[in-house]
């Protein structure tokens, strides 16, 4: 993520895949601020293991697509909502990559952070049959939740 006050949006990624049982790494990389550390983390993250990177950052956020320039692995990019604009900005700048480097945009914010930690770990569960199992779990058990209980005067 671009900056720590960005964790507390991200840690809604770091709360799916703690419930999913999947490692991740946590750490903030600034396009701005650190570019050349952006670029040297970019670069040695398939030789270090990552298998998909979750880029979150608020404001004019090149920090997804910078990643995504210097990555051939995954990058999903979380529109942190920003003060002046309510995230429309981070959303529009993270979403709006031009042909030939993707990255995958979720929702502005807590939403947008716990899906792009669950849509990782669907990534990494096409070759991990026993982390497809817990998804599945996790998702089933969504679903009788809102099934067991349809009305919405009850808590
Ligand atoms: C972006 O600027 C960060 O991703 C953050 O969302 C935003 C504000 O950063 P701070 O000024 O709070 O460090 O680079």
Redesign the pocket.
Known sequence: ??????WS?MENAAEIMDILGVSYHVEVV????TPIKLAEFSESAVEKGFQVIIG????????PGMVAAHTRLPVLGVP?Q?KALNGMD?LLSIAQMPKGVAVGTLAIGTAGAFNAGLLACQILANSDPELAKRIEAFRAKQTDTVLANPDPREA
């Open positions: 993520m671009g900056s720590k006050s960005d949006t600034s396009a701005h601020r979150g950052a608020g404001g004019a956020a090149h920090l942190v920003s981070s």
